[in-house]
Nanobody, 126 residues
């Protein structure tokens, strides 16, 4: 599976961005999809995940209520809508996919994913 993350950029605190994760090979609806982020000097952090067929979604505590993961199967794309952005959301955001029907704890663990995209930079600053 070839993944391409896009949509990052510079946004002011309180603003919004929508990230996209597109697959050029493979069908995303056949995979669980996760979003992770990594800020300089920090460990990778789970952001959000969606089970295949949009069965369930999960969010990290720091983004719950502000971020939404969704799928557009016709476009073979998964989105991460980010609202009420804060400076601490600044990071490189990555999408990844996992085969099968992983449980929630597996979906929150980046080491369990099978394929990763290259990342897109999000900077929240005034």
């Amino acid at each position: 599976v070839q993944l391409q993350a896009s949509g990052g950029g510079l946004v002011q605190p309180g603003g919004s961005l929508r990230l996209s994760c597109a697959a050029s090979e493979g069908t995303l609806s056949n995979y669980a999809v996760g979003w992770f982020r990594q800020a300089p000097g920090k460990e990778r952090e789970f952001v959000a995940a969606s089970r295949r067929n949009s069965g369930s979604t999960y969010y990290g505590n720091s983004v719950k209520g502000r971020f939404t993961i969704s799928r557009d199967n016709a476009k073979n794309t998964v989105y991460l809508q980010m609202s009420s952005l804060k400076p601490e959301d600044t990071a490189i955001y990555f999408c990844a996919v996992k085969e099968g029907w992983p449980i929630m704890s597996t979906m929150m663990n980046g080491d369990m994913y099978d394929y990763w995209g290259q990342g897109t930079q999000v900077t929240v600053s005034s």
